[in-house]
Nanobody, 124 residues
Framework: QVQLVESGGGLVQAGGSLRLSCAASGRAFSTYSMGWFRQAPGKECERVAAISWSGGSTNEADSVRGRFTISRDNAKNMVYLQMNAMKAEDTGVYYC?????????????????WGQGTQVTVSS
């Protein structure tokens, strides 16, 4: 089990940067793959980025590749999403989610623990 709390959302101008943080309270954080998802009005929930349980592998959606970077610090039970060169279409509620070790971390349904989300708004 793991509980997740996101922070760092807010309002940013197009072209600007924002860093999201996700704090995990579980004792087995390092056994979970972690992902960042976003939900924008009228759009499907999208997996923005994911990182393996060990941190050795990452995956980013085509829409954010080269602009967003996911990272984790298992010693601190934290996962981050650094967002650069932000665009208006990046606006949405961003969720931190966890997938148990042994599941396919590149499949959305593997993520069965979710935070409450943090709002990100990009002005243009």
């Amino acid at each position: 089990q793991v509980q997740l709390v996101e922070s760092g959302g807010g309002l940013v101008q197009a072209g600007g940067s924002l860093r999201l943080s996700c704090a995990a309270s579980g004792r087995a954080f390092s056994t979970y793959s972690m992902g960042w998802f976003r939900q924008a009005p009228g759009k499907e929930c999208e997996r923005v980025a994911a990182i393996s349980w060990s941190g050795g592998s990452t995956n980013e959606a085509d829409s954010v590749r080269g602009r967003f970077t996911i990272s984790r610090d298992n010693a601190k039970n934290m996962v981050y999403l650094q967002m650069n060169a932000m665009k208006a279409e990046d606006t949405g509620v961003y969720y931190c989610a966890a997938a148990p070790k042994g599941s396919n971390w590149l499949v959305d349904r593997a993520y069965n623990y979710w935070g409450q989300g943090t709002q990100v708004t990009v002005s243009s």
